[in-house]
Structure formats: structure tokens, C-alpha cells
């Protein structure tokens, strides 16, 4: 059975001077503001759509990269993940591109081999 996951955003006003808040549906944090400025220039310190596709790349890395090292018989205590996700204002058409994720683990001996196939075992980096 697939999970859906949903997220509400309501907007008002204009795209440079406008502004709006998202909401999660599980209600697992709060309902924040977002506007074009901490979209765009990153200085107001706000969030963006962009940061929560970083933070939802890095986990969802990081539960597969734990899964493909479990399958292989390696047990990490712990992954650091890092995601980043550059957003590009282009002239009329905007440009999100996903960067790879790092992973660092308490034993990297033993994951030498899984990275070269998390494209196809982490299904938020299938492109």
C-alpha cells in the first residue's frame, strides 16, 4: 500500500511582495511562513520549498543507505546525511537541481560498495 504524504500552502498577494504560510498534514511541526525573498535571496531566515526537498532527500537517503547496508549484513550506529538543493530564479522558468547526498557512518570500511547503487534503492533519487 502506498503512503501519502500531503502539505498545504496558501499564498496571498503578488510573487515579489506576497507571502504565505505551509502545513504539514500529520501536524508534525507548526505552520511556517514562506515568502519570495527567503526563497530567492536565503538572508531572511525563512524557509524554502527547496530546503524541505533537501530535508526530505536526506532522509530518505539515509533510511535507504541503512537499509542497503542491513541487507549486506553491515549495522551503522549512526548516518549523517547532508542534501543540498540549489534553486536558480531563471526569467520565467525556475530551475531546482538536486545535488547528490554525503552520507559519513561510525564504520565506512563497510559501505564501500552500496553507494554506487542508491540511485536505484533510494527512491527519492531515481531520476
Known amino acids: 500500500m502506498a503512503a501519502i504524504s500531503r502539505a498545504d500552502a496558501v499564498w496571498e498577494g503578488d510573487l515579489t511582495s506576497g507571502k504565505g504560510r505551509v502545513k504539514v498534514a500529520s501536524g508534525a511541526f507548526n505552520e511556517f511562513p514562506v515568502t519570495w525573498a527567503s526563497r530567492a535571496e536565503r538572508t531572511h531566515g525563512g524557509t524554502s520549498p527547496e530546503e524541505l526537498i533537501a530535508a526530505a532527500h536526506a532522509a530518505c537517503y539515509s533510511m535507504a543507505f541503512s537499509n542497503g547496508l542491513a541487507k549486506a549484513g553491515h549495522h551503522p550506529e549512526r548516518l549523517n546525511t547532508s542534501a543540498e538543493v540549489e534553486f536558480v530564479p531563471g526569467t520565467g522558468i525556475t530551475t531546482i537541481t538536486l545535488s547528490g547526498a554525503t552520507s559519513t557512518a561510525s564504520r565506512p570500511a563497510s559501505f564501500?560498495?552500496?553507494?554506487?547503487?542508491?540511485?536505484?534503492?533510494?527512491?527519492?533519487?531515481?531520476?
Open 112 to 127: 564501500r560498495s552500496w553507494p554506487k547503487r542508491r540511485r536505484t534503492a533510494a527512491p527519492c533519487l531515481r531520476r
